[in-house]
């Protein structure tokens, strides 16, 4: 396992300039693999910024309207990455990944570069990234932006607004380059972020994304199969409409991030299908108890996104902030303590401490 000292750590940061009132800097080179909507969009956020951004796509049809937004387009991936980049953003479809890895290997210059990805699911991407041998200069990243569409033409820098990121750690991930990462989260992207570890980003990635595309998924198939689908069709509306958007998304990038979490979407499947049988056995046996409690058991969650609409449309909700010193040599526990409270990081100060926003959480 390789830690990090707060020797290291000063040793390595040496000479670096007065950080800025608005925290770290964006790294002034971000370059890009592949322009469909999330690294399109990136590409278009940082380039507002005053970012230097360089990009490179698997086909050169964006190429023209990516270089008119002040995109530097590279002719070949190899070209891209001898560059040496502060950070190289793989934003290629998962199942690109390992031939990617394969092709930056011998050209990537890991001190000068750091890699990272917006992959929706961290754990086989951080396995690929180790089989190439690249682990101290990786650090997991992953938007919590995006729609149905895909490709760049649905690239949009407003895609990113009020977004929240993922950073994610393995037990190699330097410090340093998480908080390279976050220069470019929270003053190139202006975003607030998270750091947890792969597992718990995964788990919690199946619940609130994965397992939902699933059962959205589900749904239009059962609309499908119907034989008066058409009526149904004509009387659905709102509730159907939100419940089956994500299913709307091309179904070959639905099913290859499905697949990628395999495990932990099989397990919570199982779980939806003991709630949903637990209570159709209610419906059938008229038990008004449970289904009392079926229809209760969330309220937690009601009165969380209540507090949060609140907050929205009132002048006296006051944002609370936290400030946290980080240790580097504990700095894994306390980011992930910090995520598990609630507190969205909004920039780092310096390098070894941070403000953070709190947010409300769901009381149980």
């Not at 925290?23 to 940082?46: F, M, N, W």
């Not at 360089?54 to 190429?63: E, F, L």
């Not at 190289?88 to 990944?97: G, Q, S, T």
């Not at 580097?328 to 910090?338: A, F, V």
Request: some cysteine.
């Amino acid at each position: 396992m390789h830690e990090e000292t707060i020797k290291q750590w000063d040793r390595d940061n040496a000479g670096e300039p007065q950080i800025a009132p608005e925290g770290i800097e964006c790294p002034k080179h971000v370059a890009i693999v592949g322009l469909g909507l999330i690294g399109g969009s990136l590409a278009r956020r940082l380039r507002e910024s005053g970012c230097h951004v360089s990009a490179w796509n698997h086909r050169d049809h964006p190429y023209a309207n990516a270089r008119a937004a002040g995109i530097d387009c590279k002719d070949t991936l190899e070209e891209l990455v001898a560059e040496e980049p502060d950070v190289l953003m793989l934003c290629n479809p998962l199942v690109a990944m390992p031939q990617v890895l394969q092709t930056i290997k011998p050209i990537i210059n890991p001190q000068k570069t750091t890699l990272s990805d917006v992959g929706s699911v961290k754990g086989p991407v951080r396995t690929q990234v180790s089989e190439v041998g690249l682990l101290d200069c990786y650090v997991g990243a992953h938007p919590m932006a995006g729609n149905e569409h895909s490709g760049w033409v649905a690239a949009d820098p407003t895609l990113f607004d009020d977004a929240l990121w993922a950073v994610t750690f393995g037990l190699h991930t330097q410090y340093r380059r998480v908080v390279q990462i976050a220069g470019m989260i929270t003053r190139g992207v202006r975003n607030t972020m998270i750091v947890i570890d792969d597992v718990t980003h995964d788990r919690e990635a199946s619940l609130i994304s994965h397992m939902p595309h699933v059962l959205s998924t589900a749904l239009i198939n059962e609309m499908t199969s119907d034989a008066n689908n058409a009526i149904a069709s004509a009387l659905s509306a709102g509730s159907w409409r939100d419940m089956t958007r994500v299913a709307l998304t091309d179904p070959d990038r639905t099913r290859a991030m499905v697949v990628e979490n395999a495990h932990n979407v099989e397990e919570l499947l199982h779980r939806m299908i003991d709630w949903l049988s637990e209570f159709a056995n209610a419906l059938h046996e008229e038990d008004e108890t449970e289904i009392r409690h079926f229809f209760a058991e969330g309220q937690p969650y009601r009165d969380y996104k209540a507090q949060i609409n609140a907050g929205k449309v009132s002048d006296s909700t006051e944002t609370i902030f936290q400030s946290l010193r980080i240790d580097p040599e504990h700095w894994r526990e306390q980011l992930l303590k910090s995520a598990q409270r609630g507190e969205y990081i909004v920039r780092f100060t310096s390098g070894h401490r941070l403000i953070a926003e709190q947010h409300p959480s769901i009381r149980s």
